[in-house]
């Protein structure tokens, strides 16, 4: 759906200020009423895949402070859980939490795990963390309780950037082992 509104927006069939994907919701914003009918007519292909969208590979090192336990935790050893992470293609869900933060998808729902208890004060700029189902890489420094299973040296955002994060909604996601 979140393709197609970007493909009917650039088509004319509507104006919107801006479209902005959250985890279960899409917020159009600056549209008029009419929008809801117009969106309700359309048939939105299931088959509407990300394949059209470009992939990045992020060079990733996986010494994170929590591989081990996230290994544990899906009762295997350090290494299978880097071929499980390097093995996945995961898809930029929306972003969110700070400025280049995506909520990357594609991990399996069995792989999900929780949250640390109490978050860390200060999580390093360029780690590699899952939470739930999903998987993120922290543009900056900042607070989190994520759990850390590596780090990547890649500028996920730069003001001087167009556009200034480099992960957007529906970029193709590959972790490499660097």
Not at 7 to 32: Q, Y
Request: proline share 7%; aromatic share 8%; with cysteine.
């Amino acid at each position: 759906m979140r393709t197609e509104l970007w493909r009917h927006r650039a088509a004319g069939s509507f104006e919107a200020a801006d479209i902005i994907p959250g985890e279960s919701t899409i917020l159009l914003d600056g549209v008029d009423t009419g929008v809801a009918t117009l969106i309700e007519s359309w048939t939105i292909s299931s088959s509407a895949a990300n394949s059209d969208h470009r992939l990045v590979e992020i060079p990733t090192a996986f010494d994170g402070a929590d591989l081990s336990a996230v290994a544990e935790l899906w009762g295997v050893s350090e290494s299978q859980a880097v071929e499980r992470l390097t093995g996945a293609e995961l898809t930029v869900a929306f972003c969110g939490f700070s400025p280049g933060f995506a909520y990357l998808r594609g991990l399996k729902q069995e792989w999900a795990v929780p949250r640390l208890s109490a978050p860390r004060p200060r999580v390093p700029a360029g780690s590699v963390a899952l939470a739930g189902s999903y998987a993120g890489i922290y543009p900056t420094a900042s607070p989190g309780g994520w759990r850390l299973v590596g780090h990547t040296g890649e500028i996920l955002f730069d003001v001087r950037r167009e556009p200034p994060a480099l992960l957007t909604p529906g970029t193709r996601v590959r972790l490499v082992s660097s």
